[in-house]
């Protein structure tokens, strides 16, 4: 076990080992990301406040997104470039994500060490870091120039705050104003990265620790009233100037459709039953998810351990409903730390569930609460404290984990390195190929430790597994599959060929927003409509057509390169 003032430089080193390779060579992906660091770039160039308050791809302003990771993303890549867009790369909108995903992975491990206090608090936390760090979703979302990671950051820190009241409160220690301060800074800066999400998750949180233990009192430490005041000037400013560019009813609008509409009705189509991110989790959340089950209803068990007497039966029939309801609500007595987690998460899980537009990030931030629950779990496992864990229904779901694994670090790179065909330098080949060697490896010594009942060997050892494969598919084999990219390459071919950069540029039936990015913004994007008159207009243009379009305009064009 490494030493406490060890472990924060380890995170740091895990976090540079797995976030880095591919961030740099990894191709513009479509959409979100290349929207996000189309409107960045954008505002770097615009070198007005007007740019700097209304996010822009190319003509259409961007405000269903608030704009932290606008200005985050503009402002790295002014660093890196002294403000010349000209010079930039998409990695330097990426890297915010990179460093926020290390920021929240710290953050974790102090979460843990504050909430586990004892001999194992260090391991504890940072084991739940260490999960989380290389969690397929949250891997991924690092090397993403999207807002998720920020988002992440934001809630983190305010959870951090408010399990810090929390704890304090439950202790009987006075709560020092500057921990109610920070909760609020959090959020604000949450709202002002993705709108009601973080406020949303902290009152939820809030709203189950008051009901279950039915102390509602605690809430004054938090100092609402300045909260508020804080939350305003952070986030108002910025809603002023949006309203005096495009209206007060517009931006209601837009803030309306963005999060009420997307809560009733499926957005862009991406719909997904209640269930859905249940599914998902043992494979987003791998290799963390070894026990998150179990690890979820023990830690249940230990929130909630009621010690009151059965109800009266001589109680008239309302006083026995009262007591009733009470039985079932609260107040309840348990661990306060395990109840905090399971407040963190369950509420809000249950919302995101019932929402209609799902994606697969959407619960990242639950997942530090599941990292925690999971690693404290895997600690009681070594010690014999989870029970027997060989029945057949625990050793069904703990083969299950393994073979999750086994697709994340060993099938899906090698479907892509030799199924698909789609890596054509032999160096990238031959980085990945030794990748999934090492991740099976690692894997087939991780079902040894669990078929000796070793279970923190065992996680420990598809922690590596783990790593490996994030670096093998997120880092070496998606980013050098030539298949995946064709935006990409479809850039690559119509500006080799505009070498003067002096033609217009135009896309139809074919229109990713990765061809804006990758052409400085130069190109446009055209609806099958609008194609003959923009040939008209520009008889000197490049227009990159999809294989139907070029036979229907054929006589009026000449082919200079067809992709394959």
């Known amino acids: ?11 740091v080193l895990l976090c540079v080992a797995v976030y880095l390779p591919g961030l740099f060579v990894m191709p513009v992906v479509d959409r979100d990301e290349a929207r996000f660091i189309q409107a960045s770039r954008q505002m770097l160039e615009s070198g007005t406040v007007e740019g700097w308050v209304i996010p822009r791809v190319q003509d259409d302003p961007r405000l269903n997104k608030p704009p932290a990771i606008y200005w985050a993303q503009a402002a790295s890549a002014a660093i890196f470039t002294g403000a010349d867009t000209e010079r930039d790369a998409a990695w330097m909108y990426r890297l915010p994500s990179a460093l926020f995903a290390t920021l929240s992975v710290l953050m974790v491990w102090r979460i843990g060490v504050l909430l586990f206090p004892g001999r194992h608090a260090n391991g504890i936390g ?3 870091a260490t999960m989380l760090a290389i969690a397929p979703v949250i891997a991924w979302e690092a090397r993403q120039g999207r807002s998720d ?8 820190g305010a ?3 408010l399990a810090a009241i929390w704890m304090r409160v439950a202790s009987g220690r006075k ?3 500057q921990l109610s301060i920070a909760l609020w800074l959090a959020i604000g800066a949450g709202v002002l990265t993705k709108g009601p999400i973080t406020p949303m998750l902290v009152v939820l949180c809030a709203l189950m620790l008051c009901i279950v233990r039915g102390r509602w009192r605690w809430i004054g430490a938090t100092s609402p009233l300045i909260g508020v005041a804080i939350v305003a000037l952070m986030v108002l400013p910025w809603v002023l100037l949006v309203m005096r560019e495009v209206g007060a009813s517009n931006y209601a609008s837009i803030v309306y459709d963005e999060v009420l509409g997307r809560s009733g009705a499926p957005k862009e189509g991406h719909w997904g039953p ?19 089950g179990l690890a979820f209803v ?4 230990r929130a909630f351990i009621d010690r009151r007497p059965e109800l009266d039966p001589d109680l008239s029939t309302p006083g026995r409903l009262r007591r009733f309801f009470r039985h079932i609500i609260g107040p309840w007595s348990g661990r306060e730390a395990e109840l905090f987690l399971i407040a963190w998460t369950l509420p809000a899980w249950i919302v995101f569930e019932l929402v209609a537009t799902k994606l697969p990030h959407y619960t990242m931030p639950l997942y530090p609460a599941l990292a925690l629950i999971s690693s404290r779990a895997v600690f009681a496992a070594a010690s014999g404290a989870m029970g027997d864990l060989r029945k057949g229904t625990v050793r069904f779901g703990l083969n299950a984990w393994l073979v999750i694994g086994a697709v994340i670090g060993v099938f899906a790179p090698l479907i892509l390195l030799i199924i698909a065909g789609g890596i054509t330098d032999p160096a990238t080949a031959i980085a990945g190929i030794t990748l999934v060697a090492l991740c099976a490896a690692a894997l087939l010594l991780t079902a040894k430790a669990l078929a000796n009942d070793r279970f923190m060997r065992a996680q420990r050892r598809s922690i590596a597994a783990g790593a490996l494969a994030m670096i093998a598919l997120a880092g070496v084999v998606i980013p050098g599959s030539s298949l995946v990219w064709i935006s990409d390459r479809a850039a690559s071919a119509m500006l080799e060929i505009d070498a003067g950069r002096d033609r217009p540029l135009a896309a139809a039936g074919f229109r990713e927003d990765s061809l804006v990015f990758n052409t400085q913004g130069r190109l446009e994007r055209l609806s099958e409509q609008a194609l003959p008159a923009w040939l008209d207009t520009n008889p000197d243009g490049l227009v990159l057509l999809t294989k139907q379009l070029f036979k229907e305009h054929e006589p009026r064009l000449t082919e200079l390169d067809r992709l394959k």
């Open 298 to 301: 023990r830690a249940w068990r």
């Open 175 to 177: 709560v020092p104003l």
């Open 149 to 156: 990671q920020l988002l992440l950051t934001c809630t983190l």
């Open 274 to 292: 209640p269930g859905y991110h249940l599914i998902l989790m043992p494979v987003l959340f791998w290799p963390g998810s070894m026990l998150t």
């Open 159 to 161: 959870m951090w705050a």
């Open 1 to 11: 076990m490494l030493s406490p003032a060890l472990v924060g430089p380890a995170l």
């Open 126 to 128: 940072a084991l739940a």
